[in-house]
């Protein structure tokens, strides 16, 4: 976003070299103070190259991470800068989109497409995108879930093999994958359902599902990670151990 004759020089020779368009991510600017996004789209509007279908816009700064929400009024500001006088680039926008209704107060704003990026929403609800379209919340059941793990094993294996090194790939793929499945909570446990659950917020500790396999579900301890890992994919070798790559400061 800082470089932007280098970023010029990248988007025109991909989409001299592709058939398909291309979107464009970006954050709202590098310090979250200091916002650039709407001049860096209304940038690239004046270029006009052909090819760019649509502008994704982040929420946050780089250097803010994931420790505030995402600032969907500023993806606003983004969508409504562009100028009149050239063809207009969709803006979609991106952050902190875990349920139907937050999509839905998301995408009203003026000039946002009436779409959106999904991102950890759909790590921690990969049931998300059906929420949005049927509409509606979906108090999942623990055992449909655990097919979706079996469907997420059987591909793994079908990838990189059901040898050793096939069963250990999956197993690690898997693991990080839980280590943001446990962080829902299921519909059906939640006293209320508005406001909306937000993504940041973190569950109590040791909570009991509605069964037992809903309670693995929702422990935060990696050591139970690894024992639905083994009701899928066998046990472990002795003294194995696992710690999640992503160590985000909130959820």
């Known amino acids: 976003m800082l470089r932007q004759e280098k970023l010029r020089i990248c988007v025109s020779g991909v989409t001299s070299v592709l058939s398909c368009p291309i979107t464009i991510k970006m954050r709202t600017g590098w310090d979250e103070g200091k916002p650039i996004a709407?001049?860096?789209?209304?940038?690239?509007?004046?270029?006009?190259?052909?090819?760019?279908?649509?502008?994704?816009?982040?929420?946050?700064?780089?250097?803010?991470?994931?420790?505030?929400?995402?600032?969907?009024?500023?993806?606003?500001?983004?969508?409504?800068?562009?100028?009149?006088?050239?063809?207009?680039?969709?803006?979609?926008?991106?952050?902190?989109?875990?349920?139907?209704?937050?999509?839905?107060?998301?995408?009203?704003?003026?000039?946002?497409?009436a779409t959106a990026m999904l991102a950890r929403g759909a790590l921690i609800k990969p049931w998300l995108p059906t929420e949005i379209k049927e509409k509606r919340d979906w108090d999942i059941s623990s055992s449909e879930r655990l097919d979706l793990l079996k469907d997420f094993v059987k591909f793994g294996l079908e990838h990189w093999g059901s040898d050793q090194q096939g069963v250990n790939y999956t197993r690690r793929f898997l693991l990080e994958w839980?280590?943001?499945?446990?962080?829902?909570v299921p519909v059906g446990m939640l006293e209320v359902l508005e406001p909306a659950p937000q993504m940041n917020q973190r569950p109590p500790r040791n909570m009991c599902g509605r069964n037992d396999l809903e309670t693995l579900m929702l422990s935060r301890k990696c050591s139970d990670w690894i024992k639905i890992s083994e009701m899928l994919l066998g046990k472990v070798p002795d003294g194995f151990e696992f710690s999640p790559k992503h160590k985000a400061n909130a959820y």
């Open 38 to 113: 709407t001049k860096l789209v209304q940038t690239i509007q004046g270029w006009g190259i052909d090819g760019i279908s649509a502008v994704m816009i982040h929420g946050r700064s780089r250097l803010q991470r994931y420790s505030r929400q995402a600032n969907w009024d500023y993806i606003g500001e983004v969508a409504k800068c562009q100028s009149e006088d050239l063809p207009q680039i969709p803006v979609i926008g991106n952050g902190d989109i875990y349920t139907y209704s937050d999509y839905v107060k998301k995408v009203e704003r003026e000039g946002v497409s």
């Open 178 to 184: 839980l280590s943001f499945l446990f962080r829902y």
